[in-house]
Structures are given as structure tokens and as C-alpha cells.
């Protein structure tokens, strides 16, 4: 049976993974391919890595990190930063990334979504969404959180659905780096509205929220970062913790 | 020992490479027929969409070299799909190295199932010796839209909704439908036990 996963997700720097909360005070968490290689041991699922500051001049830097990062891992991987066009996935490809995420140039110009999955597939495409609760309802944010849209997220995710998008990765920036739980409605309503997986992220602080993400949202993955990070929560206690309420998970 | 992963249209070698060398191997990324003959073990990977992968093959003359193969070939994910004997994937003819339809999963109730199947998975009734450092039910990471059907060929079984062929086994023809070189140490291990053959 396939089974919940969960992804712990490391924001890169400067070749340095950090974290902030609600997407500010940013703070250094250490060298993303010991992490990477420590969480991969103790049986996390999947990684998440997210260039914050990718721009064109780094980009050959991302390629480098993710060759590094590829050599050492063995669980699939996604990389997401800066991607906006066919060749910069191209690029993450050959470098050994297994996926990739797309975010702000994919909402500014919905056909990259098309051409990326024409090009690689769905299942290597996944479009992340940040998005804030706000006048009733959840609206994409962009930038990192920076830009506000009138758009709503389900709307924007399923357009991304229709044009190839093959996982979607939901940030609620009112749940991130709270430690308050994730966002369960808008989780659920995407969850089980769209024919893809949606990887729920923002606001794990126990393991308790992972059982109601899963739950209670129907989410086929989780996602968090500082809880592991900074070891509040383990993985392997974590995976214990949802076998024993009859969650299945990889050991 | 020479490892030939077969070079096409259809990614993810660099992965596959990857792993060989983290178990210590130095797997040669060619499409031409010499090496490829004079492998020791040749790996057939590949994620992406069959007729166009059938269609590179056949112009690069590479299906005729496939079928020629006598020492041990492992096929991979699309490697696997390829090495059967037709696909509903755009209705596709394959290599038919093994007689089993390539079929694509069909969700019993709108968005029950998701498709592609991705993530981690159980595989039972391991009948060959790539699985012999592979406890039975153990995880492997799977991304697929489209199955290889149960046949005797079978030499393990996974579950989505229906049961499918997770490995096929005829000859020197080995193929997994999940990805040992993702599929963290057990996954290892099956490379492993394949490069030992």
C-alpha cells in the first residue's frame, strides 16, 4: 500500500540551509547536504530543497549543490528557485534533481507548466503555492510571500493540475513557522478536489499535526523544516509515533 | 567489470549513475551498440512517455541491440514498461521481451486514486535473486501512470487499487517498475545483488 510520506524541507542560501518564520528572520541551520544525508538515513521519504535567493548569476551555484547533493542521497529529491524556463530544468536534470517545483514564474506564465511537463512529465513537475487566509478566503501569494494576487489557490492549483502539474506543494504562510498546525481546510479541499498528491507544509510543531494533516486533510505528504532542523522532532520517533495510530508509513 | 546504462530520450540516468557509484561502480552513459554489447551488465532506465522512447530506440537501431543481449539486463521504471510486449500508452508496440500488456491504472471513483502513483510502496512474493538482500513487503519508491499486468514472469507484486507486476524476471532479463537507485538502502541493494550476478 502506498504510504503517507513525509519531507523535510531545507531552504538554501548562500549554499547554506536556513529558516525563517512566517517567511522573515531568516537564521542559519546548517550545511544542506549533511542535513540532507542525515534525514535521508533516518528514513525520511523525500527532500524538499528551495533556493530563496536563486537568481540567473546563481544558478550555475544551484546545479553545483544539487550534482553534490544527488552523489550522496539515495531518496528522490526535489529542487524548486528561480526555475522559469525548459533549460533550467534541464540544467537540475542532468545534475541528478528528480523533481522540480515550480512557483512565482509559473503563476506569471501558466504555459510553463505545459511545457515543463510536456517536456519531462507530470510526475517531475511539481507546482508550489504559498498562500495566506485572508477577506474569507485562501489567496497565491508570490515572490516568497512577498506579492499578493487576487487569485484564489484552488483555482490556480487546479489550472496547474490541467495543464500537467503532477504534485502540488501548499504553504499556508498563516500556518508557517508557527508551530500551530497546518492549514487543514484548504489542504483538504485541494486534497480531495484534484487527481494529483498534495504535499500539505507549514505549521508542524507535534507529531499530532502530522495525524490530522494526514487524517483529517487527506494530505499525501507533509512537509516541514525547522521542527527537524533544530531536532524537536525526530523523523524515526515521528514515523513510530504515526504507525502507532494506524498511519501507514515507510520504515 | 564493464556497466553499460543505455543512453536515450528518456532521463533520469544520471541518477541511476549516481548510484552505481555510491556502490562503488562505474557505470558507462552510451548509446553506442559496441559498448553496450561488450558490458558486462547493462542497465535500461528511463522515465518519460513510451512511443517516443520506442521511436528514438528503433531509429538508433538500439531495440535490435536490446534483444540481442545476453548477459544480465535490468530495465527501470519506463526500462521495465519498454521490455514488455505493448503499451497503452499511446498505443504502443515494445520490445516484447516479456509477453505482458503495459495497462494504465484507472481510479474505481473520481480522484480516489491519484495518478501517477507516486511515492513509497510495498513489494511481496520476491522471487529472484536481485531481491535476496530484500526483506519481503519492504518500501520502494514508485512514480507510474501506467502498470505492467500480473504474469509468470512475475517476480514481485505491488498494490495500487489492483495487483501489478512491481518486477519481471525471464532469462537475463531483469525489470523493476519501482526505482532501486531512489529507493534509499534496500533499493542499494538490489543494484547490488544485480551488478553481482
Keep these: 500500500m502506498l504510504t503517507k510520506r513525509i519531507i523535510p524541507c531545507l531552504d538554501i542560501k548562500d549554499g547554506r540551509t536556513v529558516k525563517g518564520v512566517n517567511f522573515e528572520n531568516i537564521r542559519d541551520a546548517g550545511d544542506p547536504i549533511e542535513l540532507g544525508a542525515l534525514y535521508a538515513q533516518q528514513g525520511a521519504d523525500e527532500l524538499v530543497f528551495l533556493d530563496i535567493t536563486a537568481t540567473n548569476e546563481r544558478r550555475k551555484t544551484l546545479s553545483e549543490l544539487v550534482s553534490r547533493i544527488a552523489r550522496h542521497i539515495n531518496i528522490p529529491f526535489t529542487v524548486g528557485g528561480g526555475i522559469a524556463a525548459v533549460e533550467d530544468v534541464n540544467v537540475l536534470l542532468q545534475s541528478g534533481a528528480d523533481k522540480i517545483s515550480v512557483n512565482t514564474s509559473a503563476f506569471k506564465r501558466p504555459e510553463l507548466v505545459d511545457e515543463l511537463s510536456r517536456e519531462f512529465g507530470s510526475q517531475c513537475i511539481v507546482l508550489a503555492i504559498d498562500t495566506r487566509f485572508e477577506d474569507g478566503d485562501w489567496y497565491v501569494y508570490l515572490n516568497g510571500g512577498r506579492v499578493k494576487t487576487t487569485t484564489k489557490a484552488f483555482d490556480w492549483a487546479k489550472e496547474a493540475v490541467d495543464r500537467g502539474a503532477g504534485e502540488i ?83 | 567489470m564493464k556497466t553499460a546504462i543505455i543512453k536515450y530520450n528518456a532521463g533520469n540516468i544520471r541518477s541511476v549513475q549516481f548510484a552505481l557509484e ?35 530506440l528503433q531509429q538508433r537501431g538500439l531495440d535490435k541491440v536490446i534483444l540481442s543481449l545476453k548477459q544480465p539486463v535490468l530495465g527501470i521504471c519506463l526500462g521495465m514498461q519498454l521490455l514488455c510486449k505493448h503499451s497503452e500508452e499511446n498505443d504502443t508496440n515494445c520490445l516484447g521481451v516479456f509477453d505482458v500488456e503495459v495497462k494504465r491504472f484507472q481510479s474505481p471513483v473520481a480522484n480516489l486514486l491519484k495518478i501517477p502513483q507516486i511515492g513509497w510502496n510495498n513489494i511481496a512474493n520476491l522471487h529472484s535473486t536481485i531481491f535476496e538482500h530484500v526483506p519481503e513487503n519492504s518500501y520502494m519508491y514508485f512514480v507510474h501512470s501506467y502498470y505492467a499486468a500480473l504474469s509468470p514472469d512475475t517476480v514481485a507484486i505491488a498494490n495500487y487499487v489492483i495487483n501489478y507486476s512491481a518486477a519481471l524476471q525471464k532469462g537475463n532479463f531483469y525489470a523493476v517498475q519501482f526505482h532501486p537507485e531512489k529507493s534509499a538502502d534496500l533499493g542499494q541493494n538490489i543494484l547490488d545483488s544485480f551488478l553481482k550476478l
Excluded at chain 2, 557505470?27 to 561488450?38: A, L, N, Q
Design chain 1, 169 to 251: 506543494l501548499l504553504t499556508s504562510m498563516n500556518n508557517d513557522g508557527t508551530k500551530q498546525g497546518f492549514a487543514l481546510d484548504i489542504t483538504a479541499q485541494l486534497s480531495q478536489n484534484l487527481n494529483v498528491p498534495v504535499i500539505a507544509s507549514g505549521g508542524a510543531g507535534t507529531m499530532e499535526h502530522f495525524t490530522e494533516v494526514f487524517e483529517n486533510a487527506q494530505a499525501d505528504a507533509a512537509l516541514a523544516a525547522s521542527i527537524f532542523h533544530y531536532k524537536e522532532i525526530e523523523i524515526p520517533a515521528l514515523k513510530t509515533y504515526l504507525y502507532n495510530k494506524g498511519i501507514n508509513i515507510r520504515f
Design chain 2, 22 to 56: 555510491r556502490i562503488g561502480v562505474n557505470g558507462i552513459v552510451t548509446d553506442d551498440p559496441e559498448e553496450i554489447r561488450s558490458a558486462d551488465k547493462v542497465i535500461f532506465p528511463g522515465v518519460g512517455e513510451a512511443s517516443t522512447a520506442m521511436q528514438y
